[in-house]
């Protein structure tokens, strides 16, 4: 398994500002993954955080409004950018440490959340 | 493209009952299926994952069983508890990028 921590766990910000959000793994992935899930609903994929690379955005996510990072293998910043309130959220990290660790299934492993609130 | 949809939405139990919970998807072509538990406000916790060629996996309390020809996975809860109060997500992974597939989620209340 991973344990993994994110920074903040909430906060409450203005319209038009940004948040980076960080997210920290025990041990080295290779794929980092970023979730939101908007209140009610289930968790949809923002992107894949590759290290080494640019990370892969989902339909519908744009890097200049969800800016990643990925600068080495225990760790990924998701920036939350021109936030409006439609962005209010829980934001996920998640990783599958199946690539370093040598196992043999992909079991994805999530952070607690970061709640987002716009005003 | 995969959907995947969870029934019912939501459930309320007494303590002690035996309960399931349901998740289907659309797409048959999978790698694994795996439930977690989320509480209110906070992040997910991963409970049981099934492989493609796996008919079930048991931890404590909790039996899932999936049946990958008819895009089914059922979560069985044996002797439920008040600290079961949670909501239940299942998702399938079918490869491209391990992208998983989420459900609608089954928010469970159990009741003393």
């Known amino acids: 398994s991973a344990v993994i921590s994110q920074k903040p766990s909430r906060d409450i910000c203005q319209r038009g500002t940004s948040l980076t959000i960080q997210c920290q793994v025990d041990?080295?992935?290779?794929?980092m993954f970023w979730y939101r899930q908007q209140p009610g609903q289930s968790l949809t994929l923002i992107a894949t955080?590759?290290?080494?690379?640019?990370?892969?955005?989902e339909s519908g996510f744009v890097i200049d409004k969800f800016p990643i990072s990925r600068p080495n293998l225990t760790f990924s910043t998701l920036t939350v950018s021109n936030m409006s309130p439609e962005d209010s959220s829980i934001y996920l990290c998640?990783?599958?440490?199946?690539?370093?660790?040598?196992?043999?299934?992909?079991?994805?492993?999530f952070g607690p959340g970061t709640r987002l609130t716009v005003l | 493209k995969q959907e995947v949809t969870q029934i019912p939405a939501a459930l309320s139990v007494p303590e002690g009952e035996n309960l399931v919970l349901n998740c289907s998807f659309t797409?048959?072509?999978?790698?694994?299926l795996q439930w977690f538990r989320q509480d209110p406000g906070k992040g997910l916790t991963s409970l049981l994952l099934?492989?493609?060629?796996?008919r079930e996996q048991t931890s404590g309390r909790l039996n899932a069983s999936l049946d990958k020809s008819s895009g089914r996975s059922t979560l069985y809860i044996a002797a439920s508890q008040p600290g079961d109060s949670a909501t239940y997500l299942c998702?399938?992974?079918?490869?491209?990028?391990?992208?998983?597939?989420f459900g609608t989620g089954t928010q469970l209340k159990v009741e003393l």
């Open positions: 998640s990783v599958d440490p199946r690539i370093v660790t040598g196992g043999s299934y992909n079991e994805q492993f």
């Open positions: 041990s080295q992935v290779t794929m």
């Open positions: 955080a590759n290290q080494g690379s640019e990370a892969t955005y």
């Open positions: 797409d048959s072509a999978i790698y694994n």
């Open positions: 099934i492989q493609s060629s796996q």
């Open positions: 998702a399938v992974y079918a490869g491209g990028g391990n992208k998983l597939t």
